[in-house]
């Protein structure tokens, strides 16, 4: 069976999170994804550790930060920095549907690896920029990482604990939120592009994506309402800010819930299992906007509540009332969890040196071309040799030659 991107060629130049996630996912639907690193060096993600992979042996390897966004890749080692490098990524180019680079502005231009180069030999190839700000404008040769972006697109000024609380503050979200958000946007661009390509232009084009503006992009209904309002949105804890409750709360012994109530019948289910039925008609709390209005109050009566009970409690009884509730899972809880488990979100694959690795699968569930096959993310340089004697022609002896002179 086909996958949805098969016969779709990705030559990947770019390292860390956001760019190589993008290309991964598109791997993952099928796409033959070649991923160019330095010679000895490699991806700078590869050293993100601890953790690290271990080989059969005991020894250590790449580091779980690299495995998570390189699955479904071949890996080649070449420099493009030398005109004999640079000149095979180009012809490399000349023969793929998609080019994904993460350089600073101008940076490949002098390799002549800039897509107005790469277009001359292939102008229906499409050409993907991932930068901290864009190719233009005053910040556009600053480097930047994920936290820059959390900080500057006013992510963290939403995120963290409510100014009237105790440890108040602005707070970056856990995860690298901005590099992963930017992969999925970039991964839509690029196949929307395919499709444009195909169905309309017969040509490829040049996508130029930013994490800061994927960043504020990202903030969604927060942004529309302070374009709508000109108010600054507080931030709100473990409080959503749409309906009400939605909210985590502290059980006996510190474990935590989270609840959402904000149709008519999951509040009146609510406030039938807290014992507190007159609730669910009170004027003060009866519709979403009251609740809204009157946050505070609401909040206050059911923390009381729900700390006089366990976890386990009010999960139990939640559930049995369709009242939408969860645990509040560290990763020990997420993968013992029975949906997950049945829905087979941790996969096994099996890795060169390791033997066998865990990995967190694809959740996109297709009927036609499912995901099926993940290979093991690649050893530094593990297709070398592979690729380019299949694509470019090169012989053994070509190999050896130019892998003496530092250029694979």
Known sequence: MQSALTGVRVLDVSRILAAPLASQLLGDLGADVVKVERPAVGDDARSYGPPFLESADGQSGEAGFYLSCNRNKRSITVDHSKPEGADILRRLASESDVFIENFRPGVLTKYGLDYDALRQDNPRLIYCSVTGFGQDGPFASRPGYDGIFQAMSGMMSVSGVPDSEPGAGPMKVGVSMVDILTSLYSASAILAALHHRETHSGEG????????????????????????????????????????????????????????????????????????????????????????????????????????????????????????????????????????????????????????????????????????????????????????????????????????????
């Open 205 to 408: 084009q040049y996508i130029d994506m930013s994490l800061l503006e994927c960043g504020v992009a990202a903030l969604s209904h927060y942004a529309q309402n302070f374009l709508v309002s000109g108010v600054c949105q507080p931030r709100r804890g473990n409080g959503g800010f749409g309906g009400i409750p939605s909210q985590a709360f502290a059980c006996v012994g510190g474990e935590e819930i989270f609840v959402v109530a904000s149709t008519a019948n999951q509040w009146t289910s609510l406030v039938k299992v807290l014992g507190r039925p007159d609730l669910a008609d009170h004027p003060d709390f009866a519709t979403v906007s009251a609740r809204i209005e009157n946050r505070d109050r609401v909040l206050e009566i059911l923390n009381d509540i729900f700390a006089t009970n366990t976890a386990e409690h009010w999960v139990d009884e939640l559930e049995s009332a369709d009242v939408p509730v969860s645990y509040v899972n560290d990763m020990h809880g997420v993968f013992n969890n029975p949906q997950i488990v049945h829905r087979g979100v941790k996969t096994t694959i099996t890795h060169p040196v390791a033997g066998s690795m865990d990995v967190v699968g694809n959740p996109i569930r297709f009927s036609a071309t499912p995901i099926e096959e993940y290979s093991a993310p690649p050893l530094l340089g593990e297709h070398t040799a592979e690729v380019l004697g299949e694509r470019l022609g090169f012989t053994q002896q070509e190999l050896k030659q130019l892998a003496a002179r530092g250029v694979l």
